[in-house]
Structures are given as structure tokens and as C-alpha cells.
């Protein structure tokens, strides 16, 4: 399947036909150097700068041949030893694995070839590029930044005032993997420090801060092989549970009094709600930032008396909390953690705390199996034991590059972090048979966290309408995401980050709950600044509005069900690029769609610009059926009427689910 050529002094390396590497003297693919970085991090928000002071293009040597394997050999005058490179095939998929016999190469490069008008997807959760083409792409695990672009006044004085912009690469859930359009992907299996530089029109190059590298190559005949491939060798997430995909989750806090009271006016609205997330279960703190929670993780009976007994007597409401890797200087987990010596340590071996926003917390240390067990134990024992099925499994992106962990360094373990949070609340809930019925949902991840994560969540995008960091942003993160081998997606309808005048409308919290809709999962967030924003149970007309999308969510249950078998069983993401199907439409890799596929069978057009009645669509071809009107439509650009409560829906003529759609058009018409 994959073929060596060698050349004068170069070779080029084909999988399934595609030349994937090049190498000669004038055009090298292996690079090896040596640099000195500076990390520095405020509140998750990290400052990268890297000084590279030698970076030599190696010679290929030849190469020798191994019972199944093939050893390719570079060498440099500067450099002591030779870096070989080996490569093998297992299961369709093409391993490079290379290392330098240098011990001072600590910096290493390689370039793939590439083509003019190629499309690059994936590089993890990306929200402002869906193609990767023309930028760079650093991948290091981090708070997203509000704004999350440069040329914003919003992006402007979170920079100012806090140092969290962000810019367009950052983002909770990077990933060193792509897939092209000439149907291929690689993916790094590296976790240190790494750059996807797609900026060159000749070559994609990985940057990589080691001495060795894993590089894996798959090709197929579509995208959905390519799907395949990649969350055959990342890791699948399990089937979601019925509940989950029914209805909207209602996102509350304030103690039980109030949430039951909300639950009931929202259900007495009409509104279906199966989950009650409570973010505050173990209490809450107020900063300037606004409302916050309690970081000691244990149920706050002064807040929510009773909750165990609401739990227990209703069972067909799911209650869900909130957990994260960190627990607050001075709390009940602090002081056993700390006493234990669970914490990661700073250069000192002391405790390193840090301070998260007016408050210190240390980092329960993930790869130390004493605390990676007794953390497990506070998942089981304090929420699964309170009776919660559920939980936002949060943050993971904190852990400083000169931390000192059980298992090497901050630096070394940063981008793994969010991979081992996630085992360790897959464990926990495993560990009590809950696996088919207990959901949680993270932000951060890593490459394998699919394999333990059960549901992705967006982050916190502004409560508005911008592109890099507002609705469309959830969109092509969602699908950038799917790319890279993660299927599930879900964001806080309405948005959460509410700072420096922004609030949320009814029409922007509608709006979203519109496109939520047409996604497996439906959940609300109050935001940080709850008073400053319109909620789901704001008023009566908002209460109507959502209960009519909340049923409407629930009776696309069937086909949601259909379309989460199947990225369980195959990693065919549940939300796919317009291009998905149809990789030769340049039209369908146009960002500003902000459309996708959901499953086989529908195509989404959410609203995303305030005011807007009509929605200009582009349809793959094929015969495609407008959901609210009938209307048959052949491919290629329309504009449709797009009233509140009804985004542009389409449905493939003659699908397996039409009677279900026609049936929705006509009940919810």
C-alpha cells in the first residue's frame, strides 16, 4: 500500500498512490534544531515565544530494510549520530516513527508535500478557520480568549485588562492532527509543544519541541473513510443515552428553592426538560469576573437542602453539577489533598498554587496513581453518590509548563492534561456501572480524549454574533472538531462570557437554541453575569418559544439516535462539513456557509447575523426539501424565508427519515 522511490539523494514516499513525502537536497522534508522557549501563563491565557538558535535541513543516507520494516536514514555534519526514521504499516495506517541520536536536539520539523488549492480541516477544535490553509496553527492547550480576535475592541480591552484576548489559534481542545483534501490525514502523536504550519503553498510542516517524533499517515476514497481511520486510531466516544438527546437541559443555579421553581415554570410552559444542570451544588463565590462556584467539591446542603431526596423521588429527571481538576486553597479536598501531597509541586518541590481569577487553587497531580484514584474517589463518592448522572467535567488547560509532576514535567504533561482529566471521570463513572447512563461533558481535550470523553462542549463564547468567538464560532468549531475525530458537540445555548457591555437578547438566546436544536444535545447556561442576561425563563413568550424547540428536539430523537450509532460504531461525526460528501464542490469549503450536514439525511442553516429574516444557503447538489415549506430545491445558492423558530432545514429526497420530516414540518409548523 505505501511505496519507497529513491531519487539521486532524496526519495519520495506514496500511500495509496498519494506522495505524501518529498525529500531532496534543494527541497528537504526533515529538519532538526535546537531552541530555548519562554512560557509564560496568566489565568490559563499563555504567552509562547521560542528562540530557535540552530535549524540544519538533514541528508538522507539511504535506507535498510528490516523484516517488515523500513529504516530511513538522515544525517547532518553538526549533528552526532544520525536520526532514523522507521516506518510501518498496521491496519492501513503508515507509521513514521524517528528519533535523533543527538541528545542536545530538542527542536524537529517535518514537511509534507503539498498542492496548490489543497484544503487542510481539523488541528482539533478550531473556531475561526475551517479551512487551516494560509495560517499557523500552535497547538498547546489553553483558555480560548475572549474575542479571540486581534482587530476587535472586545479582543482590545480583555488584553488590556486581563491579558485573554486570544487570537484565532487559540483554543481549549488543539489536536496535531489534519485531514486534506486530497484525501489523506497525519496525525503527530506527540503531546509536547507543536506548531501546523500551513502557510507555505508547497509544504505542510509540523513543528515539534523533541527529539523524536510519531507521525501516522492513513489515506481513503472519502472523507467519511478518512473519519473512519482517524477515530479508529484516536478513539470512538460511546452511544449518548435517550435522555440526553431529548429536550433542553436546564441550566440553573441558587440554591433548591429556586431551581425547582424555575423547573416548574418552565415545565408548566410546556417545555421538556430531561436534565437540571446545577453548576453550583457545592455553592458559589462572587469575583469581579461574577458569579463563580465553591472549588471544594462536596455538596453545599446550605444552598440545596434536600437535593438528595429531590434526586432520589424523581427519577426521570436527570440532575447534574460541575467538577474540575483543581480544588481551592483552604477548602475540606484542599487540606486532604494537600496532607496526602496529591499536588503538583513548582521548582522548590513546594505546592504550586496559582491563582484562577481573585482566588488560589492547587492542581491535583493526574499522573500520580495515588491522586489519579482518590480523585477518581470524589467523582464516585460526591457526585455519583449524591445521585447526579451527569456534570461538566471543566477546564484541565491550567497546568503551568514549570509544574513538577509525578510523570515528568509541566511542559511535557501540559497538552496530555486533558486527556487523563477525561479518564478519570470516564473511570469513575465505569467504575459504578453508569456507563450508558451517566453523561459528562468537557471543553478541553487532547488527542484521545474522544476515547474517554462522552460529549464535547464549545467552551465560553460571548454572548453575541461575533465570528471568531460569538455563535458562528460554535459551528465551525463543532466541525473542525468532527475533522479531527471527535463526533459529539454541544455549546451553552445563548453563550456564556458576558464583560464589557456585552448582554444577551432574546433574539441572540432564541437563535441559538434554534441551532441547538439540530444538534445531538440541547443545554442552557445562565453565563457569568446571570442579571445581565435574558433566560430561558426570562418571560412567557421566551418560555413558549423554547418549549416548542424543546419538543421539536425531542421528536428528532429517533434520527439523533441513528446519527450517534454511527459515530460510535464508525467516528462519522454527527454534525459534517457541507464538503463532506462532496469533496470536489469548492463552494461547500467556504467558511461563511456556517452550514453543516447533520448525519446523512439534513442539512442546518443556523441564523447568525441579528435581524435577519432570510438566510442566503448554498445546497450541495442533489433534490433537497425545505422542512417548513416543502419546497423542492436541486443544489447550488437560494434564499429562503428564516422567521424565528424556523432556521433553514433541508432534507435529501427520498431519505430513509422523510415520513419522520414530514411529520415534524406539519407539527411544528
Avoid at 91 to 100: E, K, M, R, S, T
Avoid at 169 to 177: L, N, V
Avoid at 430 to 440: A, N
Wanted: proline share 3%; with cysteine; hydrophobic share 40%.
Amino acid at each position: 500500500m505505501w511505496k519507497l522511490e529513491e531519487t539521486a539523494r532524496g526519495f519520495t514516499l506514496a500511500l495509496e498512490g498519494k506522495t505524501l513525502l518529498r525529500h531532496s537536497e534543494d527541497a528537504p522534508m526533515l529538519f532538526a534544531g535546537r531552541g530555548e522557549e519562554k512560557i509564560d501563563m496568566y489565568r490559563g491565557n499563555f504567552d509562547i515565544t521560542d528562540r530557535v538558535s540552530e535549524r540544519w535541513a538533514l541528508r538522507y543516507a539511504g535506507a535498510v530494510s528490516s523484516g517488515e520494516d523500513t529504516v530511513l536514514r538522515f544525517v547532518h555534519p553538526c549533528l552526532t549520530g544520525e536520526l532514523r526514521v522507521t516506518v510501518t504499516e498496521k491496519d492501513g495506517v503508515l507509521f513514521l516513527d524517528g528519533a535523533a541520536e543527538d541528545g542536545t536536539v530538542n527542536r524537529l520539523y517535518l514537511r509534507l508535500a503539498a498542492e496548490k488549492g489543497e484544503h487542510v480541516m481539523g488541528g482539533g477544535e478550531q473556531f475561526s478557520c475551517l479551512d487551516l490553509r494560509g495560517r499557523l496553527f500552535p497547538i498547546w492547550t489553553r483558555e480560548q480568549g475572549v474575542g479571540r480576535n486581534k482587530l476587535t475592541e472586545i479582543t482590545r480591552l480583555a488584553d488590556l485588562n486581563d491579558r485573554a484576548g486570544g487570537d484565532y489559534h487559540t483554543t481549549f481542545y488543539p489536536q496535531p492532527s489534519f485531514v486534506s483534501s486530497r484525501l489523506y490525514f497525519a496525525h503527530l502523536g506527540n503531546y509536547e509543544y507543536a506548531e501546523l504550519d500551513f502557510r507555505d503553498e508547497r509544504f505542510h510542516e509540523i513543528g515539534l519541541w523533541a527529539s523524536h517524533f510519531s507521525l501516522a499517515l492513513g489515506t481513503a476514497e472519502s472523507y467519511r473513510g478518512l473519519a473512519e481511520k482517524l477515530s479508529g486510531l484516536l478513539g470512538r466516544q460511546r452511544e449518548l443515552p435517550d435522555w440526553a438527546m431529548r429536550g433542553i437541559w436546564l441550566g440553573a443555579q441558587g440554591g433548591s428553592e429556586r431551581v425547582t421553581a424555575l423547573l416548574d415554570k418552565c415545565r408548566r410552559g410546556g417545555m421538556e426538560i430531561p436534565a437540571v444542570w446545577i453548576q453550583d451544588w457545592e455553592g458559589k463565590r462572587v469575583t469581579s469576573f461574577g458569579k463563580r462556584l465553591q472549588w471544594d467539591w462536596r455538596w453545599n446542603r446550605e444552598m440545596y437542602p434536600g437535593l438528595d431526596e429531590l434526586i432520589a423521588r424523581d427519577p426521570d429527571t436527570r440532575w447534574m453539577g460541575y467538577i474540575n481538576p483543581y480544588l481551592v486553597e483552604g477548602g475540606v479536598l484542599f487540606n486532604e489533598a494537600r496532607d496526602k501531597g496529591y499536588f503538583v509541586k513548582n521548582a522548590a518541590g513546594e505546592d504550586y498554587l496559582f491563582d484562577f481569577g481573585e482566588y488560589d487553587c492547587g492542581v491535583v497531580d493526574l499522573t500520580m496513581p495515588e491522586a489519579f484514584g482518590w480523585y477518581k474517589d470524589v467523582i464516585k463518592e460526591n457526585l455519583i453518590g449524591l445521585g447526579l448522572r451527569g456534570w461538566m467535567a471543566d477546564f484541565g488547560e491550567y497546568l503551568p509548563a514549570d509544574a513538577v509532576c509525578c510523570g515528568g514535567s509541566g511542559r511535557k504533561m501540559h497538552n496530555l492534561w486533558p486527556l487523563l482529566w477525561a479518564r478519570c471521570n470516564r473511570e469513575a463513572v465505569d467504575e459504578c456501572g453508569l456507563g450508558g447512563e451517566c453523561v459528562f461533558f468537557m471543553r478541553a481535550g487532547a488527542a484521545g480524549s474522544g476515547a474517554y470523553s462522552t460529549l464535547a462542549w464549545a467552551g465560553d463564547q460571548n454572548v453575541d454574533w461575533s465570528e471568531d468567538d460569538g455563535l458562528p464560532s460554535v459551528i465551525t468549531g463543532a466541525l473542525s472538531l468532527g475533522m479531527s475525530g471527535f463526533g459529539l458537540h454541544c455549546s451553552d445555548a445563548g453563550g456564556y462570557t458576558t464583560l464589557y457591555g456585552m448582554k444577551r437578547s432574546r433574539e441572540l438566546l432564541l437563535r441559538w437554541l434554534e441551532f441547538a436544536c439540530f444538534t445531538p444535545v440541547m443545554r442552557t447556561h445562565e453565563g457569568n453575569r446571570p442579571d445581565d442576561n435574558v433566560q430561558l425563563y426570562s418571560d412567557e413568550e421566551t418560555i413558549r418559544d423554547a418549549a416548542r424547540l424543546s419538543r421539536l428536539h425531542s421528536a428528532l430523537l429517533p434520527y439523533m439516535k441513528a446519527c450517534v450509532a454511527i459515530n460510535a460504531e464508525k467516528g462519522v461525526p454527527v454534525m459534517r462539513p457541507l464538503f463532506f460528501d462532496e469533496g470536489a464542490d469548492e463552494r461547500a469549503y467556504e467558511r461563511d456557509n456556517f452550514s453543516y450536514l447533520l448525519g446523512e439525511e439534513l442539512l442546518v442553516a443556523p441564523v447568525v447575523k441579528s435581524g435577519e429574516q432570510t438566510r442566503r444557503v448554498y445546497l450541495p447538489r442533489g433534490a433537497w426539501v425545505h422542512l417548513w415549506s416543502g419546497e423542492r430545491f436541486t443544489g447550488g445558492e437560494i434564499t429562503v424565508e428564516a422567521p424565528m423558530g424556523k432556521i433553514p432545514v433541508f432534507y435529501r429526497e427520498g431519505c430513509e427519515h422523510e415520513a419522520l420530516f414530514r411529520t415534524l414540518a406539519e407539527d411544528y409548523r
